[in-house]
């Protein structure tokens, strides 16, 4: 079915919501906007549940956001507050719509809608719980599960249950909710995930993943949510409380390397100026000879401007990409698989042909699409293929939200960089180192989660 | 949208199981064919959810049987047991595919899955408890209220769970449900709505709202669920239980008036045969000089029948049904729209030209209908057009899974049987009495509930 | 795919035309509503083309009509002319919407639409003709060989095209077609396939397959198109030419016997009355003891309620038809698929048990479904199973638009009545004699085309 | 509906053709992958036939490559021969599946099918004459009429009937066309559009209107069919005709300003290198200063690489394109409106504020996106924003093949660059010269067509 794999690990999830005091404000029309600039963090599915002050409405499907949402689904969501979801989900058993996202229920604070980025390391052992105490789960949602808990808190006020609630959560998740006439922003006490929010007008707050997503709408005094804070939002205000310590700060340094939008800023920091820095850093580290610097389409193009920059190699196109590569691409008969890699992307032979090519990629996971893409140089007439790769070798499972595959499948877990070097066919394999990382990213180690790399967790996987 | 309404209640549901200790046996192809007969009992919303033994897995949509599932879908659903719904629904709200039956949970017995035919009278007190205890709501079916009361049992065994479960109901409900290896039949204590089981060669066991469904796929031994019991089947076979006392029996006399299939038997009474006698019996109550007795298309057929076979005046088909009208036909124009009657059935001219006309339908409810049935008829030259109603007027609303329309708009409720005539412009107007739809039903009149006609509800609403 | 496959010969088309000076008219709405009435003569594809004086536009597609056109399909539509077509094809290879009708082409005559009802019996070579002459044909349908036989005619008025297309086709045909500004009905000079047309307030003109289709939107002045018969309609009004000798008139019985709806009318004669003639004809010359007569649904309730008539013998409702049986049913795994016909048809027990039972089918052709329906009542108890055929034994393919199986497969091509009688497993096998069926229908035989029983054909099929 | 419409000229095709003698190889799956490479020449419809040495069976659709072909089509269409197609089309009329090609069609040489890009000056003059010959067209694309011409040519050898049928082409037109046991490609005398051939293996042998169709499938031996040639490969191979004087030749100068992709070679020219020289063309003809040179994404990125080197200035990264931009995308609320660019690219404001920066765009047509990615810059801070244009004013519209706006439409029809600077906001506009263009390509002018900036036509218009 998907003849064209992609050998990246996935993001699994993308949030937003959206809160204004101007009752004609159709937030589903914001909500749809801001899906599509988080479409990249999934494409399995996507929903909006809308508020109007009274009740909530929700539409979701499986696609992307512009095959689930059209103008009749817009318009049947009618309401100034919205909460909206795009995901990429892991397993053949959760490719079910009921799985999509935000989930709606009624409980006893009324309506509630709620959509989650991230991965409950205690999950498993809070539903258990649940179940015992007499909850019945639709779906394998860590949102049935945080929603539940809140549901549990059913006479104390909603303020004090979203609390206690927040209490008793492990592991990464960046949270949006709303009731009918409020909304909610969480993000973990290590803020691992990302997660911002923004202002529009004096009248309207916005939240989501990335901040790209508030930009392109015109948002002003963007911020990031900081880790473990609540931001409430009434027609009052915005109000903040800050419900665990942020000494344990621990955000996802892959959302640097590969994740986040070009455009958007993570802990104040531009994704594009981060990455083409990582480049320059890789240049300094790893000093090559080389005709050209090209990207392994399209992830590595911002490192290979600042590898080009730093080391006066010139940047160059050496792979064009198929811009019309969708999700359904049939796979080609047997004799033509080897082919799928220049479908996907296809050679410049006159401008490859008898030149030493630097090919900057930000990481290699399995390493499938590595092996072709040399391949692929050498056969265009690349006289030397050196591949650089804008990361440490990535060794170890991620238990925070991101669809990794098994050590096992995980090539670095396996083998040295000189076998891997020998598995992907590249006459120079170059990675970069983690210091040079972390002063590229310009934080402290140990305010970055980089346990893909190190292996060492910042929290435990609490059950199985 | 809906060009063509159809002004007759609606039946809000169809349930079905089957559970057999062959584990070859494809209990989700049975289950399709069980609820292609039971498509009558509605046409919305249907799903099927098989188990295994291990697990079970669940399909549901929107649209006929035929429409939701396929080859495809029935393959990916193994097993030997199952449970399958077919649903209409009443409102905007609850065309969403969330609401669609059966309803697939884990909770501390593990995954449970349950379809159900009725309404509760506390259903909303009900939820309102269970939400007050912490349960979340994702749909607004009975069914999750029912499948929520068993699942707060967790630390009892299931039969017991069940037992207290039904204890707390009120109202109608016939149910099937299931865990991975077990399955389990309820009907109301007052057996409201149909409910029989059958047995299938020496390893299956079968539940259906109707015996059609069950006859037309070769089951032996088929009886009625009777009042109050409880079957449970397992891999040692069937056992019943008797939770409730059968004193307060109160089956729904509309079923054998109009909702259930001609090929049905309930409460060892063949619906077809027990039409005809109530046909009978409106030609002993209302004699007649007429020259043909036709059915309105299709309901009337075997009253229409009944009464010809005991007048002597000959039946006929006056009326032609276009077998295609559908669910998606387009309204037209408005200069058409008085067409519409003549494109859902056209009237046979040459039989009719000035003949005195009896026609029998089975019941009047808005009777919108009726006015356009008698201008057809007047149109193509009936001398004489007299309307006879198997039923008495239908006068009060149900509360008990059945969709009808408010007081004000039920005609009788508003209007005499000479208002009504004048209404639909029949030059006669006949209604069955109650008397004689007893004595053709053949049951005593404390065995049935018949509070359309006499607004005698044998449970009260106990909650709004 | 088709799981449930009717043993039925299948008409292959459906025409409709209407033709309005009112400029206003929405020609696309009624011909949708005159298409719904002949949905019985075709359900594989249908089309829609639509003239405003100026141009045509055309829309068609695979399905019911239902499933092609909705509200926006109508509303691409205007204009005050339209013709329409629905198609059965017979083969995979013609199941493509490019053979769906009408047909409409630019010619030196500008726009050019045309729906075709029949099979001419020289299109072989017609098609051959024009292909030597340069003719690129795009489908397979005999439309297209008729419209390029009128572009033919360049340069020479329509109205002279017409006729000369006209006097080279031979077989069965019943034609509309139309400019942006006229319209045309033809009928072949044996009138084989019928057409008729009518009158609508006094500025609207239609033509349809049956009258059923006229009657139902309430047209007046109708009447047949006579064999050999062209009606020109323009902004004047219409204008008949009679371009065949009418003597050698073949009209196909067995739109009496099957296809046409009961409320039709052809020739003149009522179909629902012939086919009680039928039936009645059919007691008189198979005297019977049997306790019932039912209808083999739902084509034989017509001639079932003429025997009932004749013979005395009360008419039942022996099987009850499953309303939604669709055309994806899906075939049951292989221990269920002896069910099929119970998921059609379900008997009654409680009615056929100890009964000595006369069924009443309209014709048997492969017999498959007669021998699982005879199956049937025994099962239901039946003490005895006379089987009826309201004509005379099936023996010869169809020419002229019908699908027939072939030869080897047309049951009584091979088998003797009491052989038959054998395959089929009833006690009693009768069929119609043809002096019967002609008594009945009420025409000489001369007028009839009985190829199918009697092997004479009105004409040759000149090509292979 | 199309919320962000792309003010570009649009090509309407793209040919693909592959002919083996392998019978085993699937043609069906090597046209898929080619047609994915050719997705870019249009995205409304698409459609493959496949021959088998006997019969040609086709399948068509609206949409892209990977929405209209599935396994089961592929697997449907056996055979080692096949044509295929991607179309753009201009107008409402023709986004019909009719219109969807290749055509095939069964005429005297049997069945023979056959894609088309460019456009026909005298096809109007055409399909009168062969109207007036009894041609009857189905629909509005230049392959009937080319189609039609063969046809008409029945008597004579297929090989003498395409010479003669090439005789009477005039205009721009790349065409494959097949029968079931043979190809034949043509490229019109001026070759305007553009059409390549290669082999595979020793057994097959491609056609593909770019290379980059061939070099993804591993083709060797690639070389373009020359202006005025006819190749026609049988099992015996391919064999080619000279039937007109290459003298004329006049290549479509836009294929490289925009149309074509950045890895196809166009008469020996990498399609990325000459955008790269056009930009450093542009660097010496029009000097700078800034801090950045970005590319209007993403059609001027090669153009801004080889201005980046010319100059100096660095290239940078300013716009982000959202990768899930599609054609469904729904029109934001009106106050939502302005942010229409901002979805499909957002500017990286960190990069940007305060800093001078050059934009390359390939083109300006309308000037619409122009105008709003000059406000977008603005907004995000730049100091200056000069827009620099890859190519000279594009003043004429074209009858070639490419769908360009009427000249009222076209920004530089009517106004001069200053007044054109004016209306796009910018603080400078230069555009390239022709003889900067001329040279960049590194071709005589007398061999391109460059009508859209010189007005200069190579073909009259003969028809209108």
Known sequence: ???????????????????????????????????????????????????DGNTIRLHKGMGLVSEVFGG????????????????????????????????????????????????????????????????????????EVIINLIARHGRIPLEEALKRTY???????????????????????????????GRLRSDTYLFASETCALSNLGAEDIREIRPG?????????????????????????????????????????????????IGRQLAIEQPAQADLVIAAPDSGTSAALGFAEQSGIPFEIGLVKNRYVGRTFIQPERSLRHLGVKIKFNPIDALLRGKRVIIIDDSIVRGTTSVKTVELLR?????????????????????????????????????????IRRYVGADKLAYLSMDGLMAAVGLPADKLCTACFTGSYPHPKEDK
Chains 1, 2, 3, 4 share one sequence.
């Open 1 to 51: 079915m998907d003849g064209i794999r992609i050998d990246k690990p996935r993001e699994e999830c993308g949030v937003f919501g959206i809160y204004s005091t101007d009752e004609a404000l159709q937030a589903a029309h914001f909500t749809y906007l801001g899906l599509y600039a988080l479409q990249h963090r999934g494409q399995e599915s996507c929903g909006i549940a809308v508020g």
């Open 72 to 143: 009749e689904q817009l318009r049947d969501l009618p309401g100034p507050h919205a909460v909206g979801h795009v995901r990429y989900s892991t397993t053949a058993d959760e490719r079910m719509v009921i799985n999509a996202q935000p989930l709606l229920v009624e409980c006893s604070f009324g309506r509630l809608a709620l959509a989650h980025n991230g991965e409950l390391t205690n999950a498993r052992s809070l539903r258990r719980e649940l179940m015992d105490q007499g909850s019945a789960f639709q779906t394998t949602t860590d949102s």
């Open 167 to 197: 209490a008793r959560l492990r592991g990464a998740f960046a949270v949006v909710g709303m009731t009918p006439d409020s909304m909610f922003g969480w993000r973990d006490p290590s803020g691992m995930r990302p997660l911002a929010m």
């Open 229 to 277: 804070e609540m931001v409430i939002i009434t027609d009052k205000g915005p109000q903040s409380y800050q419900l665990a310590e942020e000494s344990t700060q621990a955000f996802c340094v892959f959302e640097y390397i590969y994740f986040a939008r070009p455009d958007s800023v993570l802990q104040g920091r531009n994704v594009h100026l981060v990455r083409k820095a």
């Open 379 to 419: 056969e265009a007439g690349a006289a030397e293929v050196m591949m650089y790769i804008a990361s440490p070798p990535y060794i170890h499972p991620c238990y925070y939200g991101i669809d990794t595959p098994s050590p096992r499948e995980l090539l670095a877990n396996n083998k040295t960089v000189e076998e």
